[in-house]
Nanobody, 115 residues
């Protein structure tokens, strides 16, 4: 009923920037918040940032000052602007749509940062 499509990933050098997008399609009325998670090789999926319907954001400490989450409610799309990328940011980045007791995930987009 809700489909999430991430885009904008790619390969960049350390210090570079990328902008990820996640568009929600289908029935979007039950989405309470959306966010970005990432999973690096051999590691658990971890929270990057979330944004609520009202625009309240929560950003993980390790990306504060470098990453910014934003939204477009008309398009039901969220963005993650990533600046000053580091090799440790290399991961698959997943979009999350959170509902009451029901979460939906996108397929993920690969971000690779090299020195």
């Amino acid at each position: 009923q809700v489909q999430l499509v991430e885009s904008g990933g790619g390969s960049v050098q350390a210090g570079g920037s990328l902008r990820l997008s996640c568009a929600a399609s289908g029935n979007r009325l039950r989405i309470n918040f959306m966010g970005w998670y990432r999973q690096a090789p051999g590691k658990q999926r971890e929270l990057v940032a979330t944004i609520t319907w009202s625009g309240t954001t929560n950003t993980a400490e390790f990306v504060k000052g470098r990453f910014t989450i934003s939204r477009d409610n008309v398009k039901n799309t969220i963005y993650l602007e990533m600046n000053s990328l580091k090799p440790e940011d290399t991961a698959v980045y997943y979009c999350l749509a959170g509902m009451l007791g029901d979460n939906y995930w996108g397929q993920g987009t690969q971000v690779t940062v090299s020195s």
